[in-house]
């Protein structure tokens, strides 16, 4: 059965920097439970959501106007022994509103050294800089951390930064610092098969070369952890031909949204989108686009 939980206090919610550690939804209950937890939010320009689009259009179609709150929602798999993160939140060296997920796990009864897993859908900081603690030493102590080989290439590669914008830069210069001090403990698995049992990588590319989607069989049926490669409860759904600022290769990630929607529209899947407010829903079709329909 799927709920949602939202702990609040005197108004505060994740779409504030000074957000309170919060568990957003949970999914199932028992052994299975897929429980999101907060990493905070923080602000980005409308601008962001498509490159080459008038800003009228924009906000008419973000329904909104002015810089929006992109929120931050880090999945988290209790299964038997196993307690499994599908990325890691910011940390402390990003955002500021961001790097809540120490306390949100401690609001959800997790504790650090109880994570046994950590899988990332890609590299970038609001997914991977929480891999490491305030002292450069790995955050989940017990834990074995699994990203698409591809993405570490891709972040790993002395050239990338021929590759990217100068505002990127040191997105590559934290991804490489993380990925030495993680070192062979940062294992590199290929897309489009099982990372662990029941959960198979997805390779959803355009975001970043090596992103990655994760679909679980959970007890109520498949649920897609799917990263960045539907980042907007409007515009992702409603324009997957608009290419976002954020993503590295847009006609790749054109491409691979809608793709993805078609999949999630037919399979009627359960997704957890990490940037979608209230992060729990499913994908509908509408007339030539797609809707996400939130959970009640």
């Not at 897309?191 to 069989?217: C, D, K, Y």
């Amino acid at each position: 059965m799927l709920t949602r939980r939202l702990f609040v206090t005197a108004g505060a919610c994740a779409f504030a920097s000074s957000s309170l550690a919060q568990v957003v939804a949970t999914l199932g209950s028992g052994d299975g439970t897929l429980t999101v937890l907060s990493d905070g939010s923080f602000e980005l320009p409308l601008s962001m959501l498509a490159r080459d689009v008038a800003p009228a259009e924009l906000a008419a179609e973000a329904k909104q106007n002015g810089p929006m709150r992109s929120v931050l929602n880090v999945t988290c798999l209790r299964r038997g022994k196993d307690v499994i993160l599908f990325d890691c939140g910011s940390g402390a060296n990003f955002l500021a509103g961001s790097g809540k997920l120490g306390e949100s796990l401690k609001a959800a009864g997790i504790e650090p050294d109880a994570v046994t897993h950590v899988l990332f859908t890609h590299l970038h900081p609001d997914h991977f800089w929480g891999a490491l603690d305030e002292f450069d030493s790995p955050a989940f102590v017990n834990a074995r951390w699994l990203a698409a080989a591809p993405e570490i290439a891709f972040w790993s590669d002395p050239k990338v930064y021929e590759r990217l914008p100068g505002d990127r830069h040191a997105f590559a210069a934290g991804a490489q610092r993380i990925a030495r001090e993680l070192g062979e403990r940062l294992e590199r698995l290929e897309p489009g098969r099982e990372w662990l049992a029941g959960i198979e990588a997805v390779a959803t590319p355009g975001h970043t070369p090596g992103h990655v989607s994760f679909s679980v069989q959970a007890a109520e049926g498949p649920v897609m952890v799917l990263g960045d490669a539907l980042t907007h409860p409007q515009v992702s759904f409603a324009r997957p031909e608009w290419r976002p600022a954020s993503d590295h290769d847009a006609d790749l990630a054109v491409a691979t949204r809608r793709r993805l929607l078609d999949r999630l529209s037919q399979d009627r899947a359960q997704v957890i989108g990490y940037h979608l407010p209230g992060a729990v829903g499913r994908v509908e079709r509408q007339g030539a686009a797609y809707r996400f329909v939130a959970a009640s």
